[in-house]
């Protein structure tokens, strides 16, 4: 069955670097976009991050630019964010997903276009 599970997560200090990994078993990985959502306590859930299937792009919210990488390799079905320079405010289960669209041109922020979805892995960032 279609599996993406979450790895990685942890306890950091602020202004530390967390590496998420998320391995998927799924055969059409390489055709999808993949993106990071994360909810924290009493929150809606929020895009995070998303990389197109080829890898070629990549979009960030706001409040992570210039600080996570959302990267893929899809050789081994597998797609990483990199988080440095980390804030209380990153804290959340960070969730990892796949677009339900094949070779969409561009990738989208839109938690409903995302169609196959990982167990979540905790984030905690404390002060």
């Known amino acids: 069955q279609v599996q993406l599970v979450e790895s990685g997560g942890g306890l950091v200090q602020a202004g530390g670097s967390l590496r998420l990994s998320c391995a998927a078993s799924?055969?059409?990985?390489?055709?999808?976009?993949m993106g990071w959502f994360r909810q924290a306590p009493g929150k809606e859930r929020e895009f995070v991050a998303a990389i197109s299937w080829s890898g070629g792009s990549t979009s960030y919210t706001d409040s992570v630019k210039g600080r996570f990488t959302i990267s893929r390799d899809n050789a081994k079905n597998t797609v990483y964010l990199q988080m440095n320079s980390l804030k209380p405010e990153d804290t959340a289960v960070y969730y990892c997903?796949?677009?339900?669209?094949?070779?969409?041109?561009?990738?989208?922020?839109?938690?409903?276009?995302?169609?196959?979805w990982g167990q979540g892995t905790q984030v905690t960032v404390s002060s």
């Open positions: 997903a796949a677009d339900r669209i094949f070779m969409r041109s561009k990738v989208t922020a839109t938690s409903t276009e995302y169609s196959y």
């Open positions: 799924l055969r059409t990985f390489s055709n999808r976009a």
